[in-house]
């Protein structure tokens, strides 16, 4: 089993629109989550972590259910701007050893006109 | 942003080069990062320093060498590279603990090998 999993899509969504994603991961001691965004042919780069109560930033919604393991990223009021692959991040500690971040595959979003 | 420069931007190179791969960071961080990102794959760790000093090898072909002289700089030496090789090498780093840090990835070197 992957360590992260995500639904690869690709959504296209018009603008305005409300999207959500989800992403699974496998190890229930991981610790740290995170949301990166990657334009076309650019460098991944932070959107958000995610935090154990949810936390929002503007459009952007994350969630955290450590229960199921999955996390989630919803996105409100579609903009032409948010067109990325969403890379969902998952930290997984060894003991005392630094810990290690798992990248899933990536949720390709198109925001149409 | 400039927190994180790599150079080249684009690298061709034959099974038979010898080529390096230079990733500079501005902010201060201790943790350097490369990665690897093939088409349709997951972004893999390849190794990992902290303070400059490697932590972790993911178990990386030794056709790819890492060099950190110091904590701001991050070389990757490349030799007698296969075809699979080609892929986007991104340069990332961090402050404090893998993981737990957000990171902060270079441009990247999209790199072609012949």
């Known amino acids: 089993r992957k360590e992260v999993e995500q639904d690869p899509g690709p959504f296209n969504v018009p603008e305005g629109a409300t999207v959500a994603f989800n992403c699974t991961y496998s190890n229930s001691a991981s610790q740290s989550f995170f949301w990166y965004r990657q334009d076309c042919r650019k460098e991944p780069k932070l959107l958000m972590s995610?935090?154990?109560s949810g936390n929002e930033d503007g459009r952007f919604t994350a969630q955290l259910n450590r229960a199921s393991q999955y996390i989630s990223l919803l996105i409100r009021d579609s903009k032409l701007s948010d067109s990325a692959t969403y890379l969902c991040?998952?930290?997984?500690?060894?003991?005392?050893?630094?810990?290690?971040?798992?990248f899933g595959r990536g949720t390709q979003l198109t925001v149409w006109p | 942003e400039t927190g994180v420069t790599q150079t080249p931007r684009h690298l061709v190179m034959g099974m038979t080069n010898k080529k390096s791969l230079k990733c500079e960071q501005h902010?201060?961080?201790?943790?350097m990062y490369w990665y690897k990102q093939s088409a349709k794959k997951p972004l893999e760790l390849m190794f990992v320093y902290n303070f400059k000093e490697q932590t972790e090898n993911n178990s990386v072909p030794s056709r790819f060498s890492p060099e950190c002289p110091n904590s701001s700089h991050l070389f990757l030496h490349l030799h007698t590279l296969q075809p699979e090789d080609s892929a986007l090498y991104l340069c990332a780093s961090s402050q404090g603990r893998e993981g737990y840090s957000p990171l902060h990835f270079g441009n990247g070197t999209r790199l072609t090998v012949t």
């Open positions: 995610v935090y154990s």
């Open positions: 902010l201060g961080h201790n943790a």
């Open positions: 991040v998952v930290n997984h500690s060894r003991g005392s050893t630094l810990g290690r971040l798992y």
